[in-house]
């Protein structure tokens, strides 16, 4: 298996709207979760760069859809979806945001599977499920990272990894999950495994 390298990542453009997106063409992994979950620190964490993509003390500030190359590669892509569930803005906005998400994840081709992202203490909201569901519409594969691991004990960790899990049984054959952690670095390698597996078809 070839390990791409993620530091070499680099932002490439932001789209309001899947229109605007890049060509639909190689292959592309996106991230999602709620505004307050860590997205942005884990894709930070894993292309190990400290402002590749935005982080906020105002959850909520990602409204676009953001792109990023590997090197100058084109062809293999990080997204960074807009954050979900938290922000401080309209609910017409809200629902605005969710419609490009929901049409992004079901028609993007070049999609090749999907980063949820979710806080181990407040884990499957309302909304990572519909994304869930979402997701098993189109048999996109899901890998969840369960982040902020380091705010638990180790034990209390990996309970919350196992009662996730249990609740995931149906959609098993789909979803993969681990426990992550930007601050200490838990996880980095695991979760790059596996973006390595949706990206190396890209030329396919």
């Known amino acids: 298996m070839t390990r791409l390298n993620y ?13 605007q997106c890049p060509p639909d063409t190689g292959a592309e992994v996106a991230f999602a979760g709620r505004s307050n979950a860590g997205k942005s620190s884990a894709i930070n964490a894993l292309t190990r760069q400290k402002s590749l993509a935005r982080t906020s ?18 062809g ?11 922000a401080k803005v309209p609910e017409a906005v809200k629902l605005e945001w969710q419609q490009h998400l929901a049409e992004y994840l079901r028609k993007r081709h070049s999609l090749r599977g999907l980063v949820l992202v979710m806080d181990v203490r407040h884990p499957l909201t309302e909304f990572d499920q519909t994304l869930l569901g979402w ?10 990272l369960l982040t902020k691991a380091d705010k638990l004990k180790s034990g209390a960790a990996k309970s919350a990894l196992q009662q996730v899990r249990s609740r995931l049984r149906e959609w098993e054959d789909l979803v993969t999950l681990q426990l992550f ?24």
């Open 7 to 19: 530091q070499t990542a680099r932002f490439l453009t932001s789209a309001p709207t899947l229109a």
């Open 57 to 74: 003390r105002t959850p909520g500030r990602t409204q676009l859809i953001n792109f990023f190359t590997l090197g100058d590669d084109s």
């Open 76 to 86: 293999r892509r990080l997204v960074d979806l807009p954050g979900y569930g938290y």
């Open 135 to 144: 997701a098993d519409d189109q048999e996109m594969p899901v890998h969840i």
């Open 181 to 204: 952690s930007s601050l200490k670095r838990q996880g980095i390698d695991e979760a790059g495994a596996r973006l390595d597996d949706w990206l190396a078809d890209a030329d396919t």
